[in-house]
T-cell receptor, first 117, second 111 residues
């Protein structure tokens, strides 16, 4: 099946620093990638949708200047948390999809645990 | 606004029981519905995807049904095993391309 990887799997940083998380589709070309965040014991909340070569579309309430998304190629998307603060600590999960048809699933990465001290 | 709710929120059962997990959604205009499994601290594993034109899908001991008109889906797990312990999430895909996730059911199957 389709494989999506994320790097790093976990990161601890100091408040005020920026952190970059990578999401890669390993065996397919992802025309669309999605970024989610998940707080403990809660469900996944969509942050933004990105199409290769286009600007990301952010969900209401998500600061685009704080969560920078780049989808420069069909196999790589990055999420940069700028000037991270403790309230940004969360589990970030990406997903990737090859096409937009009804049979095209989103395949999820293993997630990245971000802890901001 | 589409809202997805799962009942029960948590479930603890002895090994061998047959289980039913429920998922309800408020807007029937969905593209498809998907059930996922999430182990603690891990990503999501897709279990079953039901297209909007389908009524059920089966994979091994898992069977998922979909009733769009009533806004409901159920995940049936037969002969549960301790290895089935995880959080189960349902998600509906909207025509706008987004996946809206449910609140999840935390399942524990004890030997």
């Amino acid at each position: 099946g389709a494989v999506v990887s994320q790097h790093p799997s976990w990161v601890i940083c100091k408040s005020g620093t920026s952190v970059k998380i990578e999401c890669r589709s390993l065996d397919f070309q992802a025309t669309t990638m999605f970024w989610y965040r998940q707080f403990p014991k809660q469900s996944l909340m969509l942050m933004a949708t990105s199409n290769e070569g286009s600007k990301a579309t952010y969900e209401q309430g998500v600061e685009k200047d704080k969560f920078l998304i780049n989808h420069a190629s069909l196999t790589l998307s990055t999420l940069t948390v700028t000037s991270a603060h403790p309230e940004d600590s969360s589990f970030y999960i990406c997903s990737a999809r090859e096409g937009a048809g009804e049979n095209n699933e989103q395949f999820f990465g293993p997630g990245t645990r971000l802890t901001v001290l | 606004k589409q809202e997805v709710t799962q009942i029960p929120a948590a479930l603890s059962v002895p090994e061998g029981e047959n289980l039913v997990l429920n998922c309800s959604f408020t807007d029937s205009a969905i593209y498809n519905l998907q059930w996922f499994r999430q182990d603690p601290g891990k990503g999501l594993t897709s279990l079953l995807l039901i297209q909007s034109s389908q009524r059920e899908q089966t994979s091994g001991r898992l069977n998922a049904s979909l009733d769009k008109s009533s806004g409901r889906s159920t995940l049936y797990i037969a002969a549960s095993q301790p290895g089935d312990s995880a959080t189960y999430l349902c998600a509906v895909r909207l025509n706008t391309d987004k996946l809206i996730f449910g609140t999840g059911t935390r399942l524990q199957v004890f030997p």
